[in-house]
């Protein structure tokens, strides 16, 4: 690797070596080097050694040798209640499946596809495929036939296991145009069962072969990107990449991995795990011993008795979900006619948060008497109730996708939760950065994860280096891998800013920035995220690259606007009919002028539309991951575009 701004002054952090967990230090001063009196480098050495031998395949069976009888996964069982499964039942479950799958006919490096959501079988086929030398590819239930289909062509796959018997049928019409798809299994159907018991025809010692086979170099995964623009791209991420990204991850989160309170650390997960974010949890737990469920449905129906009933005392998360939990109270409180004790509760939770903040960082005493006084009264009446809807043992949350916010942090920290905010790609393997234990800066997205150097390059891209970041593309036409770095930095499209403790701000993406016509340029992703957290806003797309001013295309939470229309007895009408209601103008005009006050006038909103209807998934605005996919948005909604420009949209602004 080439050395990033050799001639950068080398600046250190104050020491924090008086922080730490039951006698360890769990944070260390990062390197911080300056060009022309900014922050343009900082790294972080790594907390765990570099695995030089054996791979993720061997985590289950090592668990199973050193403590047999460890909790390490819970399972839905037949009648719905959660099942303990032990290191020693899970291995005999992985060897099972994996010799059924080398009785298959399936060779080392074949890769196999798992279209499914997040639930027992996905971990256990990940682990299973790779002890039987395999390179397992995600592929979200959700994906069209097309877009699976050229998936399960471009990394010649030779096995596909579905979720259900529909997908299945599904892509029958595409079993012709893929020649080397040989199996397709259903997991509903019971085939991962069958598997394991046609592993019969296997001997032990042929996964064991298969196993001293994997080294950290060996490919582990292919994972597609979401792909907001163009075709997702296969990102080839090795056996080491993941053990340098959660090893890592779990000597610095030692509070999330490690029963420090006495009581057992446990995670729900409920994010796909399709995404490299789920899978990276996924496969930490299993390597730190914690106790990991899987719950299948992100609606709040399915998801709360799976909480009520696992109890975790971690969760993994997207902003999107923290602001629903938080917004879903603050209408109920407000439904029982409590708003105004809840927007206090809430004020006092965003002190007592921010007061914590600053008494780690050093820059202030921490809570008051009074503060604390205010705390205890309302932590009963208020986040009791919230954390309760989580499972009531909830302390930490590990968020990312995009930025949370600080006010919405601070209320989480001062309510009992620690929030780690995280910033990762499906290239670097999950979390490049991350909230430093007992030295959060709210707002930011933390130092860089154990391991890790950020660069920020002249015209602001994030340039990342780490064993964490893949190996490279997956190229049909050039024979296998290509690389994804440039003298081993990884250029990542998003543009950030450290600032002069080496935190990491995101600023916006590369692509997405809005050049206006008097040459301003505005990155749409701070005012997009503001927005977003209000009720009754779910979705905000900025606009205006060529044009006058920046304009926004809105969409309302559909729970957000049903309570707010019962709050104020408002009759059910027709869409573009509540759209003109001119309180709702007022309000949603309300909240633009408050996001207008983040940035300077040539930056702000100018004028905004409603749009009817949210975006979705499903209608192709949305990834998987609930990011935005701009250029479809701007293609289905160009004539609402166009009104934001010639006075002719449904609500404008001044």
Request: hydrophobic share 40%; proline share 7%; aromatic share 6%.
């Amino acid at each position: 690797m080439t050395a990033p701004y050799p001639n950068a002054p080398v600046v250190s952090v104050p020491p924090v070596s008086a922080l730490d967990y039951d006698g360890r230090p769990v944070l260390v001063e990062p390197e911080i080097r300056r060009l022309d009196g900014a922050v343009r480098e900082v790294a972080v050495p790594p907390f765990a050694p570099r695995v030089t031998h054996g791979s993720l395949a061997d985590l289950p069976f090592e668990n199973a040798e050193a403590e047999p009888g460890a909790i390490v996964l819970s399972r839905r069982g037949a009648d719905g209640a959660w099942e303990d499964v032990t290191a020693e039942r899970f291995a005999a479950e992985v060897l099972a499946v994996a010799k059924g799958l080398i009785s298959e006919g399936l060779m080392p490096g074949d890769r196999i596809a798992v279209m499914a959501r997040t639930r027992y079988e996905w971990t256990l086929l990940d682990f299973a495929a790779w002890a039987a030398g395999l390179v397992t590819v995600p592929v979200y239930p959700t994906s069209s036939v097309y877009q699976t289909s050229w998936m399960l062509g471009d990394c010649g796959a030779v096995a596909l296991i579905t979720e259900t018997r529909e997908q299945a049928a599904a892509m029958a019409p595409e079993l012709d145009r893929l020649p080397g798809l040989r199996h397709v299994w259903v997991i509903d159907d019971g085939h991962v069962d069958l598997l394991a018991e046609v592993g019969d025809r296997a001997a032990d010692s042929e996964v064991a072969v298969r196993r001293g086979m994997l080294g950290p170099d060996t490919l582990a995964t292919l994972i597609y990107t979401s792909g907001t623009t163009g075709r997702p791209k296969g990102c080839a991420l090795s056996h080491g990449n993941f053990f340098a990204e959660v090893d890592n991850a779990i000597e610095l989160l030692h509070p999330v991995f490690k029963a420090t309170t006495g009581e057992e650390a446990s995670v729900l997960l409920f994010l796909p795990m399709s995404h490299v974010f789920g899978r990276m949890v996924a496969i930490a737990c299993v390597r730190a011993r914690v106790r990991l469920g899987h719950a299948p449905s992100l609606k709040p129906e399915h998801l709360l008795p799976d909480l009520a009933a696992f109890r975790p005392t971690c969760l993994l998360t997207i902003p999107y979900m923290l602001e629903k939990v938080y917004n879903t109270a603050r209408a109920k409180a407000e439904s029982t006619g409590k708003a105004a004790g809840f927007d206090r509760a809430a004020a006092t939770a965003v002190r007592y948060g921010e007061a914590l903040e600053a008494r780690r960082s050093g820059t202030g005493s921490g809570p008051g008497a009074s503060l604390k006084a205010s705390r205890s009264l309302y932590d009963p009446l208020a986040y009791r109730k919230l954390r309760a809807a989580m499972g009531g043992k909830v302390r930490y949350a590990i968020c990312g996708g995009s930025p949370l916010g600080r006010r919405l942090a601070a209320f989480y920290a001062g309510a009992g939760i620690e929030i780690f905010e995280g910033y990762g790609l499906t290239e670097t393997t999950g979390a490049t950065t991350v909230t430093p234990p007992l030295k959060p800066r709210i707002g930011t997205v933390g130092w860089p994860l154990p391991g890790t150097r950020i660069r920020i390059a002249a015209d602001g891209e994030i340039l990342i280096a780490g064993d964490h970041v893949l190996r490279g593309y997956w190229d049909v036409s050039a024979g296998g891998v290509v690389p994804a770095t440039r003298d081993g930095w990884l250029p990542t499209g998003d543009l950030g800013e450290l600032d002069d403790d080496g935190y990491l701000t995101i600023t916006g993406r590369k692509k997405e920035l809005l050049i206006t016509a008097g040459g301003k340029s505005v990155a749409p992703a701070p005012l997009e995220n503001w927005l977003r957290q209000h009720p009754l806003i779910s979705h905000c797309l900025l606009v205006g690259d060529g044009r006058p001013y920046i304009g926004a295309l809105l969409t309302l939470d559909p729970d957000g606007l049903d309570h707010w229309r019962r709050m104020n007895g408002k009759h059910p009408v027709p869409g573009e009919l509540l759209l003109s209601d001119p309180e709702l103008t007022a309000i949603l005009q309300d909240a633009i002028d408050q996001a207008n006050q983040l940035v300077s006038r040539p930056e702000s909103i100018r004028r905004f539309t409603v749009l009817p209807g949210d975006f979705t998934e499903h209608e192709g605005h949305l990834t998987p991951s609930m990011k935005l996919r701009r250029a479809r948005i701007l293609r289905d909604f160009a004539d609402e575009v166009e009104g934001l420009y010639s006075g002719a949209g449904q609500v404008t602004g001044p």
